[in-house]
């Protein structure tokens, strides 16, 4: 259960940075970025009821510092896509979202994965720089890559913080970690703009909502696995909006993509049988 629950995490999390993503090129992306944490706090508290919950405080610290980290995350995603590609903004930010909370559980918490686990985590990481490689374009910048290592701390994290939650706690610091991200993202909003069409704020709501039920997802697959193996198999995210890149957008599939993504796939079948 707990491999399955990550992957549907990663899927989740792939169709709300898709989404948001689009909308952010055509719309203040810090105001994308808050409406969606804003649609995220309803799927959160509409199911925190429904789970055993006996939440203390420091889980909900836990969960806080989290949300933190993905108001963080989120306002540099966005910004990302906002002016560079979907296909190198966003697996680039998940390249330290991955490292960073592997290392952190090894270090700190004690975890020791087997060797074939291994195997996929080291794996992983270079699968997802495989598929960021679109190659120098005439209108290639640094600065979208900035923003997506940047997100990428953000994210780390929102992973590691939240995983720090006692299984008792239920969703509720799933809950206070949506309230915290959008205290965290409404000055970057009030700041940028607020205003976004009606169909846009719906496609925002929609992806923050998404990225709530991956979060959610998320934390189950904590409590029936290694911390490391939720993290690997969670962000593996980014080949979702890669692949959706080429088939709705028309991006093209370079060679190294390729092999990024049978990467990936190879490192889904270790993380998940072992």
Not at 11 to 16: E, M, N
Not at 81 to 97: D, Q
Not at 176 to 183: K, N, S, T, W
Not at 201 to 218: D, E, H, I
Request: glycine share 12%; net charge positive.
């Amino acid at each position: 259960m707990g491999p399955l629950l990550a992957l549907v995490s990663a899927v989740c999390y792939g169709l709300s940075d898709f989404v948001g993503g689009l909308v952010a090129r055509r719309a203040p992306f810090a105001a994308v970025a808050l409406i969606g944490q804003v649609g995220g706090p309803v799927l959160a508290l509409a199911v925190a009821p429904l789970l055993p919950s006996a939440a203390c405080p420091a889980d909900l610290g836990w969960g806080a510092l989290s949300g933190v980290g993905t108001g963080v995350g989120m306002v540099f995603l966005f910004r990302g896509l906002a002016r560079g590609a979907m296909s190198v903004v966003v697996p680039t930010s998940a390249v330290a979202g991955v490292a960073l909370p592997v290392l952190a559980g090894v270090a700190f918490l004690g975890e020791r994965p087997a060797l074939l686990t291994w195997l996929g985590i080291v794996i992983a990481v270079p699968a997802l720089w495989l598929v960021s490689r679109t190659g120098p374009g005439p209108g290639a910048r640094a600065g979208p890559a900035v923003d997506g290592l940047i997100a990428s701390a953000g994210i780390a994290v929102q992973y590691l913080a939240l995983a720090q939650a006692e299984p008792a706690a239920g969703a509720w610091p799933l809950v206070a970690g949506r309230v915290a991200a959008i205290l965290t993202l409404a000055p970057w909003a009030a700041f940028r703009g607020l205003h976004l069409p009606p169909w846009r704020l719906t496609l925002s709501a929609l992806a923050g909502a998404a990225a709530a039920l991956a979060l959610l997802c998320y934390l189950l697959a904590t409590r029936h696995q290694l911390v490391v193996i939720a993290v690997v198999l969670s962000s593996l995210y980014p080949v979702l909006p890669v692949l959706l890149g080429i088939l709705v957008l028309g991006e093209r599939l370079r060679t190294l993509q390729v092999c990024g993504l049978l990467t990936a796939a190879a490192a889904v079948v270790l993380l998940t049988t072992t």
